[in-house]
């Protein structure tokens, strides 16, 4: 068949497109324009026909009849990606067929895919077996045998977590305490918004994918119980708010939360508001508001939207790690998603439990986080622990000379004792211990409102942190929960012991 009689066969086509096509969301869009554009959940979809050119556009039509299967029953992302796996077929051959694309021109396309491109071959395949399967012209039933036949390699799922890979896999143990101390100073020092160090520390405590965060409401968060409901996602439900998990959240976190939200409240943000609102986290607004008032997810972030804002956040308070020879952590929202599995592995919970609290339907995803041997994690996160440290200071407050010295200097609430060891006070609060709901005086020490006294008795607390650690050699998880205030209170002594130098003399507080 010739050029001609094949633009003129695809163009027939163009009026068999229906007007109006429904997606399972419940949006709807004209098939027939150049560019395809709904509301997907917490999702904007976009799809542009007319990047199709030099001959390619003949294919446009059956490219959108292939498509509308997928609209009326997978997600947008889905939609996107078997487009935009065509997008790369053209890309990558660059010379229009003179007729239909045959089992060559995918045989020439495979060739030329570079070893981290293979997966595209997989995506491919699921776009022309449609194709071929509605008897669309365009395609040569070849194409879909052939694709058949050829082993289709995918990503391979859960490879990060496998390798524990420093970019793209999760944190370990002393990453995973620097970034945590990183987000409390940062925000202490005004350099980081509240929202962004919930969604750090909610990323941390539930492991929910960005998606799940961008469709949050105030309402979801109970502020008498402390109990926080995330929507599920990839349920194969309407949309994401179709279905929850609960999530107890600390009572230090929750006050935030409770702080955050009479905040929004008295912006004027109400009950069914999101949690994360799109004017208040990305700086400039969509380019395109495609969501009415009414809409179930107006107002919010869409996920990428969410995900850049956070990353941007984030990039100038990351710690460094020696995995990456001290350059800055990645931060990435997957990454503590990676974590959170990771460390329920770690903890001992079956692959049930793991399943449900990542919000997975079944446990295949799942074997990835137990198959790292324990004992090489143990000993990786112990010699990475021990290479951050010197970098990643425990310590983040101020050492004073004294009360006088202080920045409340005696006010109620500001002193600090820990009677298990001495009646004797060892530091401050520069915010006289306001809302906070940590474990004194162990969490003070890697509080950056703490300001230790220079004659105070710090080895005794190091000795009775050292005693409780000993307590739990047998569990090496819960024997490790004080380990950064440790490092802290070795670094305050460290301190006090220059200072007595270089005065010549010895401090009182041993």
Same mark, same amino acid.
């Given at each position: 068949?010739?050029?001609?009689?094949?633009?003129?066969?695809f163009s027939?086509l163009?009026?068999?497109?229906?007007?109006?096509?429904f997606?399972?969301?419940?949006?709807?869009?004209?098939?027939r324009?150049?560019?395809?554009?709904w509301?997907?959940?917490?999702?904007?979809?976009?799809?542009?026909?007319?990047?199709?050119?030099?001959?390619?556009?003949v294919?446009?039509?059956?490219?959108?009849?292939?498509?509308?299967?997928y609209?009326?029953?997978?997600?947008?992302?889905?939609?996107?990606?078997?487009?935009k796996?065509?997008?790369?077929?053209v890309?990558?051959?660059?010379?229009?067929?003179?007729?239909?694309?045959?089992?060559?021109?995918?045989?020439?396309?495979?060739?030329?895919?570079?070893?981290?491109?293979?997966?595209r071959?997989?995506?491919?395949?699921?776009?022309?077996q +449609?194709?071929?399967?509605?008897?669309?012209?365009?395609?040569?039933?070849?194409?879909?045998t052939?694709?058949?036949?050829?082993?289709?390699?995918?990503?391979?799922?859960?490879?990060?977590v496998?390798?524990?890979?420093?970019?793209?896999g999760?944190?370990?143990e002393?990453?995973?305490t620097?970034?945590?101390?990183a987000?409390?100073?940062a925000?202490?020092?005004?350099?980081?918004?509240?929202w962004?160090?919930?969604?750090?520390?909610?990323?941390?405590?539930c492991?929910?994918?960005?998606?799940?965060?961008?469709s949050?409401k105030?309402?979801?968060?109970?502020?008498?119980?402390a109990?926080?409901?995330?929507?599920?996602?990839?349920t194969?439900?309407?949309?994401?708010r179709?279905?929850?998990?609960?999530f107890?959240?600390?009572p230090?976190?929750a006050?935030?939360?409770?702080?955050?939200?009479?905040?929004?409240?008295?912006?004027g943000?109400?009950?069914?508001?999101?949690?994360f609102?799109?004017?208040?986290?990305?700086?400039?607004?969509?380019r395109?508001?495609l969501?009415?008032?009414?809409?179930?997810?107006?107002?919010?972030?869409?996920?990428?939207?969410l995900?850049?804002?956070? +990353?941007?956040?984030?990039?100038?308070?990351?710690?460094?790690?020696p995995?990456l020879?001290f350059?800055?952590?990645p931060l990435?929202?997957?990454r503590?998603?990676?974590t959170?599995?990771?460390?329920?592995?770690?903890?001992?919970?079956?692959?049930?439990?793991?399943?449900?609290?990542?919000?997975?339907?079944?446990?295949?995803?799942v074997e990835v986080?137990?198959?790292?041997s324990p004992?090489?994690?143990?000993?990786?996160?112990?010699?990475?622990g021990?290479?951050?440290?010197?970098?990643?200071?425990a310590f983040k407050?101020?050492?004073v000379?004294?009360?006088?010295s202080?920045?409340?200097?005696?006010a109620p609430?500001?002193r600090?004792i820990?009677?298990?060891?001495s009646?004797?006070?060892?530091?401050s609060c520069a915010?006289k211990g306001?809302?906070?709901?940590?474990?004194?005086p162990?969490?003070?020490?890697?509080?950056?409102?703490?300001?230790?006294?220079?004659?105070?008795?710090?080895?005794k607390v190091?000795q009775?942190?050292?005693?409780?650690?000993?307590?739990w050699s047998a569990?090496?998880r819960?024997?490790?929960v004080?380990?950064?205030?440790i490092?802290?209170?070795?670094?305050?002594?460290?301190?006090?012991?220059?200072?007595?130098q270089?005065?010549?003399t010895?401090?009182?507080?041993?």
């Amino acid at each position: 068949m010739s050029q001609k009689t094949e633009l003129r066969s695809f163009s027939a086509l163009v009026t068999t497109l229906p007007q109006r096509v429904f997606t399972r969301s419940g949006a709807s869009f004209d098939p027939r324009g150049d560019v395809w554009e709904w509301a997907d959940g917490p999702y904007d979809a976009r799809l542009d026909f007319r990047r199709y050119s030099n001959g390619f556009e003949v294919f446009v039509p059956s490219l959108k009849q292939a498509l509308i299967p997928y609209v009326k029953g997978h997600s947008s992302s889905h939609v996107s990606n078997l487009q935009k796996s065509f997008s790369h077929f053209v890309d990558i051959i660059q010379k229009c067929p003179d007729g239909p694309i045959n089992a060559q021109h995918i045989s020439n396309y495979a060739a030329r895919l570079s070893p981290h491109e293979v997966g595209r071959l997989g995506t491919l395949n699921g776009l022309l077996q +449609k194709w071929v399967a509605l008897g669309l012209p365009g395609v040569e039933p070849e194409c879909a045998t052939y694709l058949e036949e050829r082993r289709k390699p995918g990503n391979k799922k859960g490879e990060a977590v496998r390798t524990r890979n420093p970019v793209a896999g999760p944190f370990s143990e002393g990453e995973y305490t620097a970034l945590y101390s990183a987000v409390n100073a940062a925000y202490g020092r005004g350099e980081l918004p509240l929202w962004t160090v919930l969604l750090t520390r909610l990323l941390l405590a539930c492991g929910g994918r960005i998606s799940q965060y961008a469709s949050l409401k105030i309402l979801d968060f109970d502020c008498a119980t402390a109990v926080l409901s995330l929507p599920q996602a990839k349920t194969r439900e309407e949309h994401m708010r179709s279905s929850f998990l609960q999530f107890d959240i600390s009572p230090q976190t929750a006050r935030l939360m409770s702080d955050y939200i009479s905040g929004l409240r008295a912006e004027g943000y109400e009950q069914e508001s999101a949690f994360f609102p799109s004017e208040l986290v990305m700086p400039r607004r969509p380019r395109k508001q495609l969501r009415a008032k009414d809409d179930l997810f107006y107002g919010h972030c869409i996920p990428s939207a969410l995900s850049q804002c956070f +990353k941007t956040q984030m990039a100038d308070i990351a710690p460094p790690t020696p995995r990456l020879d001290f350059a800055p952590t990645p931060l990435t929202p997957k990454r503590f998603r990676y974590t959170f599995g990771t460390r329920l592995a770690e903890e001992g919970a079956s692959k049930v439990l793991i399943a449900n609290r990542l919000g997975h339907a079944d446990l295949q995803n799942v074997e990835v986080y137990v198959a790292n041997s324990p004992k090489i994690v143990e000993n990786l996160d112990r010699t990475m622990g021990t290479l951050l440290a010197p970098l990643a200071r425990a310590f983040k407050g101020q050492l004073v000379e004294g009360e006088e010295s202080s920045t409340q200097k005696g006010a109620p609430g500001s002193r600090i004792i820990d009677f298990r060891v001495s009646p004797a006070p060892i530091g401050s609060c520069a915010g006289k211990g306001g809302g906070c709901a940590f474990n004194k005086p162990v969490a003070c020490y890697s509080c950056f409102r703490f300001e230790p006294w220079l004659d105070a008795p710090h080895e005794k607390v190091l000795q009775r942190l050292y005693a409780e650690r000993e307590k739990w050699s047998a569990d090496d998880r819960m024997a490790s929960v004080n380990d950064e205030p440790i490092r802290a209170v070795q670094e305050v002594i460290a301190l006090c012991a220059e200072i007595w130098q270089q005065r010549g003399t010895t401090g009182g507080g041993a």
